[in-house]
């Protein structure tokens, strides 16, 4: 690839480093309820007692990154109504209710197993990790039903632009939006969105997004707007002038390879990141494709190579291309990825030298 003139940065090494790291993300967790496990085995604990402040801390344990974000100035959605707060309150009531249930039916599971009944033993805890699997819904449906819309001010703000193709797109992670829609357990595969959104989380600003039209409540992730078939192309252009960074779903629609375009027009492109989502090999190349004409104002050809390696694209003022690579896209190359990018945008670091791509051949 340096043979062939190829500009890339390998966040491999920086991948399997966060891969380790995360894993106090639910290490935390799951101490705590040790310990008070613990307490009941070494102290006599009650039962009631143990049962209940182990589903306070594993239903309440997302409550800590709210604080954090809002302190931070973070906001995932706009400010709740006064009217629609009440929802937020019952999401987090019946999510704990059912955490207490799943701690209940484990607890009575292993007292089965221990009495040699592993029929019913095995079928409560079962079942516990099933209730534990879904008792993040309630919270996060009533954050979708209290969101309201992003309203336009001077506050930091990272566009993220798409084609609503691609809302459902999934990544496997641990790593879900934080707060009390976080998933209890790190069985779950987040929409790509919202693991972006996550991932974005240690940045200054908030990720902002135009909605779907017509959709009934919005996805959780990027904080929206709505406007009109006649004003969106207006409001993304104002939006990307004012932001610190545009992160870019590469996608085959043409409503979005105009939205690039426009950026390249307005020389915004060197605070824009062109990121992959998970699909094969052939449909990448397509993305990719559609991603370098936008970029680069013309039919561009791809080198090249394996795709499934390729996270992201970065492409300066004067038409240079960096390709971001890594062993596999899985959640820690895309989180290496993001991290890289704005540690060069914020010039913390220096991008490395490399040699200009334009069409794929190797300059004297």
Request: glycine share 10%.
């Amino acid at each position: 690839m340096e043979d062939a003139g190829i500009r890339f940065i390998d966040v491999g090494p920086v991948g399997r480093t966060i891969r380790l790291q995360s894993l106090i993300v639910y290490v935390v967790p799951a101490a705590a309820v040790g310990l008070v496990v613990g307490a009941r085995a070494l102290l006599g604990f009650p039962g009631p007692v143990m049962i209940g402040l182990a589903g306070l801390i594993v239903a309440g344990y997302g409550a800590r990154d709210d604080a954090t974000m809002r302190k931070r100035g973070y906001v995932t959605r706009p400010a709740a109504a006064p009217s629609t707060r009440w929802l937020l309150i019952l999401g987090f009531v019946l999510r704990l209710v059912l955490v207490l249930l799943a701690v209940l039916a484990a607890e009575r599971g292993v007292h089965a197993v221990n009495e040699d009944d592993w029929l019913i033993g095995l079928g409560l805890m079962t079942a516990a990790v099933v209730v534990l699997g879904f008792a993040h819904l309630p919270a996060e449906r009533a954050e979708r039903l209290a969101s309201g819309r992003a309203v336009e001010d001077d506050a930091p703000a990272i566009l993220l632009l798409r084609s609503f193709e691609d809302d459902a797109i999934r990544v496997r992670s641990p790593w879900t939006l934080l707060g009390l829609t976080r998933a209890v357990l790190p069985l779950r595969s987040p929409r790509f969105e919202e693991f972006i959104t996550t991932a974005l989380l240690g940045e200054d600003g908030r990720l902002v997004a135009i909605g779907r039209p017509g959709e009934r409540l919005p996805e959780l992730g990027a904080v929206r707007s709505y406007h009109s078939m006649d004003g969106w192309r207006a409001a993304v252009l104002r939006t990307a002038t004012r932001a610190k960074a545009i992160v870019v779903i590469a996608g085959m629609g043409d409503e979005l390879s105009w939205e690039i375009r426009q950026l390249r027009e307005s020389d915004l492109l060197a605070k824009v990141l062109v990121v992959f989502p998970p699909d094969n090999e052939e449909r990448t190349l397509l993305r990719l494709r559609r991603a370098t004409e936008a970029l680069a104002g013309d039919a561009t050809g791809p080198v090249e190579y394996r795709y499934d390696a390729l996270t992201a694209l970065t492409c300066d003022r004067s038409g240079d291309f960096r390709h971001f690579l890594a062993p596999g896209r899985d959640w820690p190359a895309y989180l290496a990825t993001i991290t890289w990018f704005f540690a060069f945008l914020e010039g913390k670091i220096s991008p490395p030298e490399g040699r200009r791509l334009p069409d794929g051949r190797q300059e004297d």
